[in-house]
């Protein structure tokens, strides 16, 4: 069985400050994990996913995301917030052996402070 | 390129009537996925489709709800006897790769009201 939980539901920090966006993930077998986010109006895009090679994965805007198999944790930083970045991210897993059950975490709506 | 898109953009029905949503995947992605979206709640598996076949309908909620890709291309995910419930965004994103495992691109989505 598969399940993420994204701890905060919103996050709110000020312009030029780090972001933290925390997600935990369970999976019987090894997970591939992706963050996506959405803007208003817009799809959903990838930022960045995991698929069993560095454990540390960059993506795209400067974001980047540690996986950790001991702590089951893959969360989201960004050294400096810019006021762009307000969205909503949304942590997902899936795994190999059962590529089609994708889930997706509740999200976490990201505020940035002037 | 073109992107995914989806058709209507907003849908407005009554309870009990039959909707039909549309999606068109990026040219030459053979998977294709539905997600429904509810307010303030990430998206939610319905079905995946590798080329015409449904590989896997286990997150369809009733059959009520039915999906089709004849041509693997276009796809239609179709819902009768509308219900209050039913309301939400409905997503498709198609991929290149099978399964889960590589990047998928989402459209704009259908906003389905049932009234």
């Known amino acids: 069985a598969q399940s993420v939980t994204q701890l905060d539901s919103h996050v709110s920090v000020s312009e030029g400050t780090p972001v933290l966006l925390r997600c935990n993930y369970s999976?019987?077998?090894?997970?591939?994990l992706f963050w996506y986010v959405q803007h208003p109006n817009k799809g959903l895009q990838l930022l960045l996913k995991?698929?069993?090679?560095?454990?540390l994965v960059k993506g795209i805007n400067g974001f980047e995301a540690e996986f950790k198999k001991s702590e089951t944790s893959f969360h989201l930083t960004k050294p400096s917030a810019h006021m762009s970045d307000a969205a909503e991210y949304f942590c997902?897993?899936?795994?190999?052996?059962?590529?089609?059950?994708?889930?997706f975490g509740s999200g976490t709506r990201l505020s940035i402070r002037p | 390129g073109a992107g995914v898109s989806q058709t209507p953009s907003n849908k407005v029905t009554e309870k009990g009537k039959y909707v039909e949503l549309r999606c068109d995947p990026i040219?030459?992605?053979?998977?294709l996925y539905w997600y429904r979206q509810s307010l303030g709640q990430g998206p939610e598996f319905l079905i995946y489709?590798?080329?015409?076949?449904?590989?896997?309908d286990s997150g369809l909620p009733n059959d009520r709800f039915f999906a089709v890709r004849p041509e693997g291309s276009v796809s239609t995910l179709k819902i009768q006897r509308t219900e209050r419930g039913d309301s939400a965004v409905y997503l498709c994103?198609?991929?290149?790769?099978?399964?889960?495992?590589?990047?998928?691109?989402f459209g704009p989505g259908t906003r389905l009201t049932v009234l």
């Open positions: 994103a198609s991929s290149l790769k099978r399964g889960g495992l590589g990047e998928q691109f």
């Open positions: 999976s019987s077998y090894s997970p591939s």
């Open positions: 995991y698929t069993s090679a560095a454990t």
């Open positions: 997902v897993v899936t795994s190999y052996s059962s590529a089609s059950k994708i889930i």
């Open positions: 040219s030459g992605h053979t998977a």
């Open positions: 489709f590798q080329g015409t076949g449904a590989a896997d």
